[in-house]
Structures are given as C-alpha cells and as structure tokens.
C-alpha cells in the first residue's frame, strides 16, 4: 500500500527533532527512514543534523539504494535501511540513534535480556547486543539480520540503538521505551539490584499483547550473547 508521502515528511520530521531534541543523538548522527510503497523509501540525509531538517533535506531511494528524488546525498546507513524492509514486509519504519543509556549497555556488552518492567516487555520483550559493524558498510546490518525477524530493538555493539515499526512514531516511541528502560535499569544497578519479573508475571504481560495488536513472540527468542557480553 502506498502511504501518503506528505504525512510520511512530518512524521520524519517530528521524530528527527524529537531524537535530536531529547539527546539521543550528537551533531549530525541517527538517520530515520520510511516505506513508501513496494519500491521507495523516504530517508533522512547524511551529514545533516537532525535537530533542523526540513522537508525538502529528505530523500526517495529505490529498493536499491538509487536516488529517485532529492537534492542531498541519502544517509550513510541507507544499505542496512533497505535490507531490513527486505526481510520485515510489516515494517514500515527503521529508527537508528545513539541514546545514552541504552549506547551505554551496548558498549558495556550487557543486552537487556531481562525481563524488568511491565511496558518495556509488552512492547519490546528483550533487547538483543547486536556484534559490532563498521557503519556505512553491509557489515553493520549482516550482525543484524541474524535478530531482525524476531525483534524491533537492538542494541548495536560500540555504536547505538536501532529499531523498527510499522509506522514513524511506533518505531520513533520503541527507541524512547529502549532509552527509558535502559536508563532505570542503569539507576537500579547503581542502588543495588534490578529484580526481574518472574515466569508467570511475564506471561501475564506477554498474553496483554492481543490487546495492544504486538505479535505474541516479539523479543522473546533466547539470544546469543556477544562482545563480551555478560
Ligand atoms: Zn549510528
């Protein structure tokens, strides 16, 4: 189905100042991208910030990355955009940033494999560590094609955070949910513990997701973990 591109730009647009605007990215970092149909992609450009966009920076691709509209050059990590609407035909947007906390625990090597707080495991369930990948190479999305069927966030090993949804603001609020959880989970560490639910609160959670339209076995697939991860 194709979307309406107009509101596609202003969803972009919100979400890039948002990122911007809430620290969850530096300078011209982060690139944010939308589905348009089955063969174009609205994307954010390279070397802009994302604080100050306007609807003329952003670009159109093809399937292959070729430019269909735009005067700037199409983010860097345009390639890792493309595969994964390849391999997701539910996912309509891919959200790349460097927030924090969550930059924190993906340099740190620690996933957030546990399951700690109501909202973070209706929406997400766990957030794998992703390997780590030279940015702007095919590098960075073949560490992420191993986890993108069954996940919509990532940490990405000694880089950022991405993750996926099937509109701009689910994908933009999913990257919020990760920053946030990984925040408490950080200040809960530093006061001592972080106490996990137990199996049969978890499926309680799990079971409210019918309600709220989230795939019953999203982010519950048990994880590898690497980089040192522990
Ligand atoms: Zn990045």
């Known amino acids: 189905m194709k979307q309406n591109i107009t509101s596609l730009i202003k969803d972009i ?15 011209n970092d982060g690139n944010i ?11 954010t450009p390279t ?21 269909i509209k735009g005067s700037k050059k199409p983010s860097s990590e345009t390639f890792m955009h493309l595969q994964i609407y390849k391999s997701r035909p539910d996912v309509n947007s891919v959200c790349h940033s460097h927030p924090p906390y969550a930059t924190g625990f993906a340099v740190a090597g620690i996933p957030l494999n546990k399951m700690v707080l109501p909202e973070v495991i209706i929406a997400l ?27 919509d966030a990532f940490l990405l090993a000694n880089h950022g955070a991405l993750t996926v949804g099937n509109s701009v603001i689910n994908a933009y609020h999913k990257m919020e949910t990760l920053e946030h959880a990984a925040k408490i989970q950080f200040i809960a560490k530093q006061l001592g513990q972080v106490k996990t639910l137990n199996k049969k609160q978890t499926d309680q959670l799990i079971n409210l997701r019918q309600k709220f339209g989230v795939r019953l076995d999203l982010g519950l697939k048990k994880t590898k973990l690497s980089n040192g991860g522990k």
């Open 47 to 67: 070397g802009m910030s994302k604080g100050f966009l306007k609807a003329s920076d952003l670009i159109i691709v093809d399937m292959d990355g070729k430019l």
């Open 33 to 43: 991208s939308a589905r348009i149909d089955s063969k174009s992609v609205l994307i």
């Open 13 to 27: 647009l919100e979400a890039c100042k948002r990122t911007y605007d809430r620290g969850y990215v530096a300078s």
């Open 125 to 151: 369930g766990t957030v794998p560590l992703v390997k780590y990948g030279t940015t702007g190479t095919d590098e960075l999305y073949g560490s992420i094609a191993e986890y993108i069927k069954d996940f």
